[in-house]
């Protein structure tokens, strides 16, 4: 099961959480929070990430990303862990576990619901693959930014408030910009190796100083959303967040400095928890607005 485990890449799972903790704090200040399709939305969103992750090992394995040169962990299908169509099977299935459990949503948002759905699927897997792999074209930050970001918040609260709020668009907009930086450090590590297979990134297209500008302002702004929220009436506990901009500095210089796969990858996941602890902040600060308010 080790191979599968890493192939399923632990440390970018908070990307699937965070959007599910941020939202049902949202639903609950609001009283509106309902614990079933929110933890259909949470299963829904892991399942999409681990499938997205299956097929980034397999076609960037095709595409020759994948290389014994390459810094960060070894990827199953290139080191010979797993062989290329049993990951492909394996993809396959975890999309269909997620569009089976997605199916459970459709009681509490419609069956609209499917075409969103089906799209998070067809683009988990146009990251990496079909004939226009958004990865390899500089969209892979975008679609993050999107579907784990302003999708999985905004239809998460939802399918619970039954209405899409101006609030839950500025909350996804954060966690959205914070998930597109856990991207970003992968792309990062691996600039030299994704040039040399024509994988056009960000960080490839631009270089590293505009990367590092990318990573600074994303947290910038996903720290300056609480503050909105609290001129549009919130109480200041929203604005907790803002008690982590000490490890925002931290974070950027440790990507200007980091050189070996190691450093990159212990900067992976501490991005990661960045994106947790910032959603727990505004989540507490949610919940404490409504318990005193």
Not at 193 to 208: E, I, M, S
Request: glycine share 10%.
């Amino acid at each position: 099961m080790r191979p599968w485990v890493e192939a399923a890449r632990p440390k970018t799972l908070p990307a699937a959480i965070a959007p599910v903790i941020v939202a049902s704090a949202l639903a609950w200040r609001h009283g509106v929070f309902d614990h079933w399709p929110a933890l259909i939305c949470l299963a829904f969103a892991l399942l999409i990430q681990v499938g997205t992750n299956f097929a980034n090992d397999y076609y960037d394995f095709l595409k020759g990303a994948d290389t014994p040169d390459r810094i960060g962990p070894r990827r199953a299908v290139a080191s010979g862990a797993i062989a290329p169509e049993t990951m492909r099977r394996g993809m396959r299935l975890v999309f269909l576990a997620a569009f089976l459990v997605g199916c459970g949503l459709i009681y509490y948002g419609g069956w609209w619901l499917l075409v969103v759905g089906v799209a998070s699927i067809l683009c988990g897997i146009a990251y990496t693959g079909g004939p226009y792999p958004l990865g390899y074209h500089g969209l892979g930050d975008l679609f993050a930014f999107l579907f784990f970001g302003v999708v999985a918040v905004m239809f998460t609260y939802y399918v619970q408030a039954g209405v899409f709020t101006g609030d839950a668009c500025l909350v996804s907009v954060a966690v959205g910009l914070l998930v597109a930086n856990i991207l970003l450090v992968n792309n990062y590590r691996d600039e030299a190796t994704d040039r040399r297979a024509g994988k056009r990134t960000l960080v490839v297209r631009f270089g590293k100083v505009f990367a590092s500008y990318q990573y600074q302002l994303s947290c910038l702004v996903a720290l300056l959303i609480p503050v909105l929220l609290w001129r549009k009436g919130y109480g200041p506990a929203v604005m907790l967040p803002l008690l982590l901009w000490p490890l925002v500095v931290r974070l950027r210089r440790r990507l200007a400095q980091s050189r070996s796969g190691s450093e990159f990858n212990a900067l992976l996941a501490a991005t990661a928890r960045f994106l947790v602890l910032y959603a727990i902040a505004i989540a507490a600060g949610l919940v404490v607005d409504r318990v005193v308010g």
